[in-house]
């Protein structure tokens, strides 16, 4: 049993004493009224006995009803506050302590307010466990990625050394080392643009601007692309939509959507392009006819390093599409997918227009 210390038995001795004084005063207002006016109906004479009496049986009523108050509000605070406040007391040192899978039971008997607290903390410790395994699985994409080009790196280094190498196989391995190095450069960009995405530390520069001219800006930068590829392009952009965005960032949801579809698209097959507009949104639709994707690769498409294609047989690291969600949502546009295995996939953007 817990030991009561000096400090506790002090609070309950002046809450004893509150309830003392609350007490006797009513009772006294009440017995004085009471035989005052009983006495003067009855023509009854109030002896000094028959007072000393009377006090001596309410001092006693005061007492124990004082003292029946002070346990029931005891126990009252037991229940409704004691209780609660240690259970919220153990699972913050739990979290504390890094342990975000706690969760506070709320009991039937918990005040309002604690309850709101409990429902907080709950909710807050759900938020917290989610961001944890966000951050864990984001370190080791990053490991994984990292040592993918690095070993690349070091292998082709390593075999430059080789004085017997012809000179094509040399520049061939030249080739795969700088490849490897430019992924890892990408990466780390990336890296560093969806970092400062995320913690709102690029603020958009919003202004007025001619969207048409941008989609075709962005695109025309592909044209070695698919040119070399023989891939169609079929655009249906209309001519002067204007938007309040900010061009830098939306650029780079338009360069990652045309990579990806001109990435996915074999030769000869076509990449369609369209701005539409209706009463209050620009709606741009990026169209491939590539290999496409199944509906479960389709509802992580812009996770963080998520890449449908697990055998990394196409070039990128997985950050692209989660650069281009977090920019839409900046911008409070939305952006959907709909894609079928062999058909191809569509990207559709809808932002707000002036």
């Given at each position: 049993?817990?030991?009561?210390?000096?400090?506790?038995?002090?609070?309950?001795?002046?809450?004893?004493?509150?309830?003392?004084?609350?007490?006797?005063?009513?009772i006294s207002c009440c017995?004085?009224?009471?035989?005052?006016?009983?006495?003067?109906?009855?023509?009854?004479?109030?002896?000094?006995?028959?007072?000393?009496?009377?006090?001596?049986?309410?001092?006693?009523?005061?007492?124990?009803?004082?003292?029946?108050?002070?346990?029931?509000?005891?126990?009252?605070?037991?229940?409704?506050?004691?209780?609660?406040?240690?259970?919220?007391?153990?699972?913050?040192?739990?979290?504390?302590?890094?342990?975000?899978?706690?969760?506070?039971?709320?009991?039937?008997?918990?005040?309002?307010?604690?309850?709101?607290?409990?429902?907080?903390?709950?909710?807050?410790?759900?938020?917290?466990?989610?961001?944890?395994?966000?951050?864990?699985?984001?370190?080791?994409?990053?490991?994984?990625?990292?040592?993918?080009?690095?070993?690349?790196?070091?292998?082709?280094?390593?075999?430059?050394?080789?004085?017997?190498?012809?000179?094509?196989?040399?520049?061939?391995?030249?080739?795969?080392?700088?490849?490897?190095?430019?992924?890892?450069?990408?990466?780390?960009?990336?890296?560093?643009?969806?970092?400062?995405?995320?913690?709102?530390?690029?603020?958009?520069?919003?202004?007025?601007?001619?969207?048409?001219?941008?989609?075709?800006?962005?695109?025309?930068?592909?044209?070695?692309?698919?040119?070399?590829?023989?891939?169609?392009?079929?655009?249906?952009?209309?001519?002067?939509?204007?938007?309040?965005?900010?061009?830098?960032?939306?650029?780079?949801?338009?360069?990652?959507?045309?990579?990806?579809?001109?990435?996915?698209?074999?030769?000869?097959?076509?990449?369609?392009?369209?701005?539409?507009?209706?009463?209050?949104?620009?709606?741009i639709k990026v169209k491939?006819?590539?290999?496409?994707?199944?509906?479960?690769?389709?509802?992580?498409?812009?996770?963080?390093?998520?890449?449908?294609?697990t055998s990394h047989a196409?070039?990128?690291?997985?950050?692209?599409?989660?650069?281009?969600?977090?920019?839409?949502?900046?911008?409070?546009?939305?952006?959907?997918?709909?894609?079928?295995?062999?058909?191809?996939?569509?990207?559709?953007?809808?932002?707000?227009?002036?």
């Open positions: 049993m817990k030991k009561l210390t000096f400090r506790q038995i002090l609070k309950g001795l002046s809450r004893y004493i509150i309830f003392f004084l609350m007490v006797a005063f009513l017995m004085m009224l009471f035989v005052t006016t009983f006495a003067g109906n009855i023509e009854l004479a109030l002896t000094n006995e028959n007072l000393e009496g009377a006090a001596k049986i309410t001092f006693l009523n005061v007492l124990l009803l004082s003292l029946l108050f002070t346990i029931s509000d005891e126990i009252r605070r037991k229940l409704t506050v004691a209780r609660p406040v240690k259970r919220i007391t153990q699972a913050a040192e739990k979290i504390m302590q890094g342990d975000l899978t706690v969760r506070i039971e709320p009991k039937h008997n918990d005040a309002e307010q604690f309850g709101e607290i409990i429902e907080c903390i709950n909710k807050m410790t759900k938020e917290l466990s989610s961001l944890e395994t966000l951050r864990t699985d984001f370190i080791a994409n990053v490991s994984h990625e990292l040592k993918t080009p690095l070993a690349v790196m070091q292998n082709y280094g390593t075999l430059l050394q080789q004085p017997e190498l012809s000179e094509e196989t040399r520049i061939e391995y030249a080739k795969a080392v700088s490849d490897s190095a430019r992924r890892l450069a990408s990466m780390m960009t990336n890296i560093l643009k969806l970092n400062r995405l995320e913690n709102q530390q690029i603020y958009p520069q919003t202004a007025e601007y001619d969207l048409s001219e941008q989609l075709c800006a962005c695109l025309l930068q592909f044209e070695n692309i698919w040119e070399a590829s023989n891939i169609e392009i079929d655009t249906d952009i209309a001519d002067g939509v204007t938007v309040k965005a900010d061009a830098e960032l939306l650029s780079l949801v338009w360069n990652n959507l045309f990579s990806n579809a001109f990435k996915f698209t074999g030769p000869g097959g076509t990449v369609s392009v369209s701005l539409s507009t209706t009463d209050h949104h620009a709606i491939d006819t590539g290999c496409g994707m199944t509906p479960e690769v389709g509802a992580h498409i812009f996770e963080k390093f998520y890449q449908g294609d196409t070039q990128g690291n997985g950050l692209g599409l989660a650069l281009v969600k977090r920019v839409i949502d900046i911008m409070q546009g939305q952006i959907t997918v709909e894609s079928a295995v062999g058909k191809g996939t569509t990207f559709t953007v809808r932002i707000g227009r002036v």
